[in-house]
């Protein structure tokens, strides 16, 4: 009968009679000589709150004025000093279209200039200056936005223009002009253009542009959170249908199907994103694996040395191999759900249970369970235990 089915070796049926308990030596727990701090805020964020006069003091412990500094000087190096021509844009099919777009202007050989060159920002009716502040007040729309209109999002225009059309705020009006929003929208910039690596070349990253205020924004959160023993993994989608980047993915079973995914290592109490990798397509000759994303996270976010953590996954992560990785180069434990499936053959990287039919599962009353165990050794010889465990609540 398919719930009485035995295991297949080298996994081993827990009954009543061989329960087998396992806990990590006391070297390899959170609360070792070689784990984590307790979570919470950093000492660093608290010195910070206790002399902060204002919100902006703990936005500028996140992100300093030096990385708003960098951002207006790439700004006006992007609007007013680099040199642009007119071409006129080709579709996928390698037709023209109607409109026209601006590409870096090629140098003659004596490095004199195009005769055709302008700057992007030549032909703007209004021309703004940008400063550190300029961009503060800009984020901080932004930031505005999200936290007055949630999932609503109407034009940003909007919130200058008088009702009955608009939906005018007035400390957003007094703090920069609509067109001066506008000009910041189109412009912004983070990183020199100049440097970024044209693909196919060693050091390409399709996300070049954006790197520097992801790198801002994830030192900063390290900075103020301290994880904790518990951590989680899972993927997200950022809504997005444009055609500028060429890695949107569509995912059925998301509530944003369209858009860009990106793979998230979080606090599992607090929810605070600690890690993130935006998924940028298959690389050639780079097998990217679950247990490759999970571990290049757990890097990223510097906590892959501090041992007895618990990593909590789901379906698409949960495997034998990722939890025999993470107990053997990290010292992590793993807790996940996993589909069973209908495969008959099983290799020792399976799981031991198989999806019961409707009649099988129909047999057995609500609450029935049945567990197993794989024992395992690392390379320098600790034993080690992986428990899979399945049983009925609604369903298998």
């Not at 004199?112 to 030549?122: I, L, V, Y």
């Not at 099988?360 to 567990?371: H, I, L, N, T």
């Amino acid at each position: 009968m398919e719930p009485e089915r035995e295991v297949h070796q080298p996994w081993k049926e827990q009954t009543a009679e061989s329960n087998i308990s396992w806990t990590p030596d006391r070297r390899d727990q959170y609360t070792g000589p070689s784990g984590g701090g307790e979570i919470g805020p950093t000492a660093y964020i608290k010195n910070v709150a206790r002399s902060a006069s204002n919100l902006a003091d703990m936005f500028f412990g996140l992100l300093p004025k030096s990385f708003f500094d960098g951002v207006a000087e790439q700004t006006n190096k992007y609007a007013y000093e680099d040199e642009v021509i007119e071409k006129i844009a080709d579709d996928r099919d390698g037709g023209w279209k109607k409109r026209k777009v601006l590409v870096e202007a090629p140098k003659g050989n004596d490095g004199s200039s195009h005769p055709s060159a302008r700057h992007r920002a030549d032909n703007e009716k209004y021309k703004f200056k940008t400063t550190a502040g300029y961009v503060i007040c800009w984020v901080a729309i932004l930031i505005l936005q999200g936290a007055l209109f949630g999932t609503f999002k109407p034009p940003s225009r909007t919130m200058w223009q008088q009702r009955p059309y608009g939906i005018p705020i007035p400390f957003v009006q007094n703090c920069m002009s609509g067109a001066a929003y506008e000009f910041m929208r189109r412009f912004i910039h983070f990183a020199d253009n100049s440097k970024r690596k044209s693909k196919g070349d060693d050091g390409y990253d399709p996300l070049y542009k954006v790197r520097t205020a992801m790198n801002a924004m994830l030192k900063g959160i390290n900075r103020a959170w301290t994880v904790g023993q518990r951590v989680t993994v899972d993927e997200s989608m950022i809504r997005y249908m444009g055609r500028a980047v060429e890695y949107v993915q569509y995912m059925p079973a998301k509530p944003i199907k369209h858009g860009i995914k990106v793979y998230a290592m979080c606090c599992a109490v607090s929810g605070i994103m600690i890690a993130w990798n935006v998924y940028t397509g298959a690389e050639e000759g780079v097998v990217n694996s679950t247990t490759k994303i999970c571990a290049d996270l757990a890097k990223q976010a510097n906590i892959h040395n501090q041992k007895g953590r618990v990593l909590y996954t789901d379906n698409y992560y949960t495997s034998v191999k990722l939890a025999r990785y993470f107990f053997e180069e990290f010292g992590w434990t793993i807790t996940g759900t996993y589909a069973p499936t209908d495969k008959k053959s099983r290799a020792d990287s399976d799981f031991p249970f198989l999806r019961l039919s409707r009649g099988a599962r129909d047999s057995v009353k609500r609450g029935w369970f049945r567990e197993a165990v794989l024992e395992l050794r690392t390379p320098t010889g600790k034993k080690y235990y992986i428990q899979a465990t399945t049983w009925r609540d609604k369903k298998q």
